[in-house]
């Protein structure tokens, strides 16, 4: 039996999704995907699909199944968790004894918000399960969680969660799943000369580093902590180098010298801009196409969009795709360019 799995993704990379997913397993089969949730099967092991590093959560499904109705919600847990067959409880027991598990709990959730299920119902299903699995209770630390979750569309899955909510960030950092993915959208190659000018603490550069083939990865940024941090976060990659500098006069690169630039510059919302943000995002939009070789690549998420547009409209340089994306529930664009 071919493993299912359903995980959650940054809203709006759907499609960015489904294209880094087929390249780590072509033969993977990307089911329906809406909002933030996408359901696939995938040879990849439950361990491979923990480490993808473009998914915010991950769960291997156990029984899956579709409700006309979603009023009653014991009735729908009551009916995912009969529902689980042979096959998928033996790979749950194998994942359980891989990871070397020994506590679990139960989560119920609606349309992404967590709900409670009777106390009767839940010591019920506790029990069970504890028995099937060879698994302690543990409702407040638990080394695993087996979630019920119900969509308002009907859909409902009853599934092992893979991923746990651990990521440490630094302030203002970018989760790792949109550093990796606004990479994936730059078409990364093993000979490119990658730069963020913006950057900070080192999330994007980091992914780079990790995650693709480079032969040289610049990071700068104006602000001297957070050049300290990018540059002890990529001390042990080699060919990386971090510079404090002013994006909009990158005196220390030379033009034409850069193949991509993935970068996720300020969008005047934790601090202010010191001078008028139009003419930043012009002269930021103006010096990165002069240090990009023809046909460079450049990525930039911002959600100061009305900066960003003008600038795209006074350089006459138009985006090849753009993506509207939420970062934190809050509204952001990525805009895709390639230097002509
Ligand atoms: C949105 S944050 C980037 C966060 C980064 N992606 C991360 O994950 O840590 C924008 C960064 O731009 C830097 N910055 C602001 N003006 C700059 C300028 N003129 N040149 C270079 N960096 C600048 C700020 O110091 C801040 O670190």
């Known amino acids: 039996m071919t493993p299912e799995y359903l995980s959650a993704f940054p809203p709006g990379l759907g499609d960015v999704v489904g294209r880094a997913l087929i390249e780590k397993d072509p033969d993977a089969s990307l089911g329906r995907y809406d909002g933030s949730v996408i359901f696939f099967s995938s040879r990849l092991s439950p361990e491979q699909v923990q480490n993808l590093p473009f998914f915010q959560n991950a769960f291997l499904v156990l029984s899956r199944q579709q409700f006309s109705d979603t009023s009653n919600l014991p009735r729908i847990v009551e009916s995912l968790f009969n529902n689980i067959d042979r096959e998928s409880t033996l790979m749950a027991r194998q994942i359980i004894r891989f990871f070397g598990w020994r506590s679990f709990r139960f989560r119920v959730s609606e349309e992404g918000e967590l709900r409670p299920i009777s106390p009767k119902q839940m010591n019920r299903l506790e029990r069970v399960t504890s028995k099937s699995l060879g698994v302690q209770v543990n409702r407040s630390k638990p080394d695993f969680e087996i979630w019920f979750l119900i969509r308002r569309s009907g859909e409902s899955y009853y599934g092992l969660r893979l991923t746990n909510d651990r990521e440490k960030r630094e302030r203002g950092e970018l989760s790792r799943e949109i550093s990796y993915l606004l990479n994936?959208?730059?078409?990364?190659?093993?000979?490119?000369?990658?730069?963020?000018?913006?950057?900070?603490?080192?999330?994007?550069?980091?992914?780079?580093?990790?995650?693709?083939?480079?032969?040289?990865?610049?990071?700068?940024?104006?602000?001297?902590?957070?050049?300290?941090?990018?540059?002890?976060?990529?001390?042990?990659?080699?060919?990386?180098?971090?510079?404090?500098?002013?994006?909009?006069?990158?005196?220390?690169?030379?033009?034409?010298?850069?193949?991509?630039?993935v970068t996720d510059p300020p969008w005047g919302i934790f601090k202010k801009f010191k001078s008028d943000p139009r003419k930043f995002y012009y002269e930021m939009l103006r010096e990165m196409r002069r240090v990009l070789r023809s046909k460079g690549r450049l990525v930039i998420l911002t959600a100061a969009r009305d900066e960003m547009e003008e600038a795209i409209e006074n350089l006459e340089w138009l985006p090849n795709e753009t993506f509207d994306i939420l970062v934190s529930g809050r509204k952001a664009g990525v805009y895709y360019f390639i230097k002509p």
């Open 184 to 261: 994936f959208i730059s078409q990364p190659k093993p000979q490119d000369v990658f730069l963020d000018p913006f950057a900070g603490s080192g999330a994007i550069l980091l992914s780079r580093a990790k995650h693709f083939a480079y032969k040289e990865i610049i990071g700068m940024d104006i602000d001297p902590k957070g050049v300290e941090v990018a540059k002890r976060r990529l001390r042990k990659f080699p060919g990386t180098r971090v510079m404090r500098g002013d994006a909009l006069q990158m005196k220390e690169i030379r033009g034409e010298s850069v193949d991509v630039i």
